[in-house]
Every structure is written in C-alpha cells, then in structure tokens.
C-alpha cells in the first residue's frame, strides 16, 4: 500500500466534498489503487462552522500558509480561491518548498499561471488543475494525455453552469433575464461577489485560457480574450432565435489562425442540430477539433461540491502516480507568445434584431444599405404581434459571412435612420 499525505486549505463546497468523499470512498480508493490518502491538516475561515464532516478528526490551521511547513507533505490542496493574495502566496510557498499543488483555481492560473508553472517546473514539483476547468468533466487529462500528440485545430462549448442555467430558464419559462439572475441567486448558483464574473462572461474565459494554452502551447494571457457576457440578452432574442432554429448560449472558443491566437467568449445563436444547443441547465460541455477527430464532444456537470471534489481526487492520483511530469503538458520554456487576433476582422454570420416605426419603406432601404455594402442576407422576417400594432416592430435578419467590422459599419448607419427605434441588437451565429 503506497501513501500519500495531502493538506486541504478550503473548507467550503468543494473542500467539505473533498472530505466527505475521501472518507466514504476510503476502501474504494485504496482497493482500485493500493493508494492510502492521507490529510495531514486542513484550513478554512472558520472552525466552528457546520459542516458535513467532524472538524476534530483533523488538525486544524488557521492560517493555510503554516501547511507548507508540515512534515511529510506531499500534495497542498488549494481551494480557496482568491485570485492573487493568500491562495498565491500558498502555492508559490508550496512550490518553493517542492510540495506539489492541486487547485480549482481558475482565476489564479489564467491570471498569474505563468509564473507559477515556470516555479513548479524550476522546483521538480507538479501544478495539477483538473478542477480548475469545467467542474468533473475531465477535459484536462483528455487533452493532456489523450489526444496530446494530435494537432488540435479548435475548441469550444459552455464553459459556465450559471449563465447556462440562466439562458435555458429565460428560454423554458420565458422570464427576463434579471427575473432569472434572482432565481439563479436564491438557488446558490451565483452570488452577488459571483455574479459580475459569471454573468460578464469573464468566469468562462478564466477557463478558455487555460484551455487554449493546453491546446495550442501559447504562453497563459489573460489579455488574449475577448469578453462579452449575457447581461445584455433579452427574452424577445431568444425566442425570435427559436422561431428560425436556434438557441442562444454563452460560447467559449479558441483556434490559431495565420499564427493568430482567437479567444473569444461571447453569447452567441446555436443551431437546433448542434449538441451544444441542447446542453441545459448548469451542465457544461466541450467540443474539439483536431487532425484525427472531427468532433470530441465531453458534457456534464460543470460545477459544484462532488464533480468538482472528483478532479482534485483524479489530480491526487496522476500525482501518486508519477510526480515528475510537465503540469502543463509541454516544458515552460516551449511556450510561445502568439499575436491576439483582431476581433473586428472576425468573419462570421450574425443575427440582428432592428426596432422600427411601422411605415412603408423601411424595409426597402434596410435591404438596400446591406446590399451597397456588399453584405448578402440570408433570411429577413417582420414580426409585428397583433397586440403590438401601434409599438415599433422587430425585423429579423440573419446575414451570411461577413467580416465585423463592415457590418458594424453599415450597422452604424442604419441606426441613424429617423425611423429606428433603439440600438439594433447584434449576436453571432456559431459555425459548426
């Protein structure tokens, strides 16, 4: 029986499962892999709170960063979550005294995963992050192990449960967005700290840089995305969406072009027939292209105590396994610093909502400001509703491929047309 000694500093969902798991799955662990888990000491902000496990069993520490001074550990757990101070501090001192780090820290590791990964490699020691990305789903290891070798020419999908619930509740129960962020509180999926990178898209693209260097071998730069969240949806554009066959969900998606990294996070219109549009809920899901696969498609459960208990335990484990491997999957000094792409020569298809006076003509010279610039139009529906007939009304358009910064051009001038009503809405069609 070999062991391991492993500190937790953490004790909120995902360390208190953490616990609760090691301990009912204590013979399971040790059966499948001759591995006996030991805590040597656990830390959080309080002791007397109540919690699902018996606090006593355990040596309690205060302050997390007397962990790395313990005596035969092995691995410090960092679950606390901060994106610089106390949970910085903690690994850097873990990885400075070769103590080997798992966290779920996706902040962290975007933000300042750079650095920390050229101190692990420099230390002989391992930064493993399983948690970190997409709750239980195990999109880490399958990228870094399974598919490694191959040539990876884009990945995708949902990588926020709380914004995925939001915009599936909007979309079944017809709600407003703001109606639906309440309910998304009170059920504890967000919080009002949360809220703001959840709802802002930034949570999603914590993960999509991580995700993107796993990829491609790029350098961890936060700066390389482009970041647009779902606080601006209205429930008219889901369910004109739904009327021409599609879902709105929030998109993470990154690929290299011309030597070019593209990190984008944005809401976008998902077609009926792509498995993304039928992901629900808080469930997550990621698709990826490579030479050999045209689509690997992982879904599941992006958040929460146990999935995400599940890849710290799956992190324990590699590590028991082997300790000197390269967390990242390539050697720091192989990282490269591609160029961020232009976001404004994106070329893409989008959807337009323009509210407009009803009056003959509109129509007509709409039309005609996207054909003299080139831009061609795929569908173009009025929808007046027969209770609305004094209000403006929506026209729906979808366009072909088109680079944005030519629509955004056209789009400039249609709004000051004496007959449109407000700032027309813009979303991308994601392209399968």
């Not at 691995?75 to 850097?92: A, N, P, R, V, W």
């Not at 700066?223 to 998109?251: P, R, T």
Request: charged share 25%.
């Amino acid at each position: 029986m070999r062991e391991i000694n492993i500190c937790i500093a953490g004790i909120g969902n995902v360390g208190s499962s953490l616990i609760e798991s090691l301990e009912e799955n204590k013979n399971i662990i040790e059966n499948k892999s001759s591995l006996k888990i030991n805590i040597l000491g656990i830390s959080g902000k309080n002791i007397n709170k109540k919690r699902n496990f018996d606090v006593s069993n355990y040596k309690w520490f205060d302050n997390p960063l007397d962990m790395t001074e313990v005596k035969n550990c092995d691995i410090i757990i960092e679950l606390i979550g901060e994106e610089k101070g106390i949970s910085f501090k903690l690994i850097e001192n873990a990885l400075n005294r070769n103590i080997h780090v798992v966290t779920g820290n996706k902040a962290l590791i975007a933000k300042n995963g750079q650095y920390l990964f050229k101190l692990a490699e420099k230390n002989n020691s391992s930064l493993l992050f399983e948690a970190a990305v997409a709750g239980g789903i195990p999109i880490i290891k399958v990228i870094k192990n399974n598919i490694f070798l191959n040539s990876i020419k884009k990945i995708s999908g949902i990588l926020n449960g709380t914004t995925n619930f939001i915009l599936t509740k909007m979309d079944n129960d017809n709600l407003s967005f703001q109606k639906v962020l309440e309910i998304a509180k009170q059920k504890g999926f967000t919080s009002e700290q949360e809220s703001a990178l959840d709802i802002g898209g930034f949570d999603a693209a914590h993960k999509l840089t991580i995700l993107s260097t796993l990829c491609f071998g790029s350098n961890l730069n936060f700066e390389n995305n482009f970041v647009e969240g779902i606080d601006n949806i209205k429930i008219e554009d889901i369910n004109f969406a739904k009327k021409i066959g599609y879902k709105i969900k929030l998109i993470s998606e990154a690929y290299i072009e011309n030597d070019k990294i593209f990190n984008i996070t944005t809401p976008k219109l998902i077609d009926f027939n792509n498995p993304l549009s039928n992901v629900d809920g808080v469930l997550n899901a990621i698709n990826i292209e490579t030479d050999h696969l045209d689509n690997l498609f992982l879904e599941g459960q992006g958040a929460g105590g146990k999935p995400t208990a599940s890849s710290v335990i799956s992190d324990i484990y590699e590590i028991s396994l082997n300790p000197n491997f390269n967390s990242l999957g390539y050697q720091y000094e192989k990282l490269k610093n591609f160029e961020k792409f232009n976001v404004s020569e994106l070329v893409n298809s989008y959807y337009l909502r323009i509210m407009t006076i009803d009056k003959p003509g509109v129509l007509s010279t709409i039309t005609k400001s996207f054909t003299d610039s080139g831009i061609s139009v795929e569908k173009i529906l009025q929808m007046p509703e027969e209770e609305n007939l004094n209000k403006p009304i929506p026209i729906i358009i979808t366009t072909h491929k088109i680079k944005k910064e030519i629509l955004q051009k056209v789009i400039k001038d249609i709004e000051n047309l004496d007959f449109v009503m407000e700032n027309i809405t813009i979303l991308s069609i994601h392209s399968n």
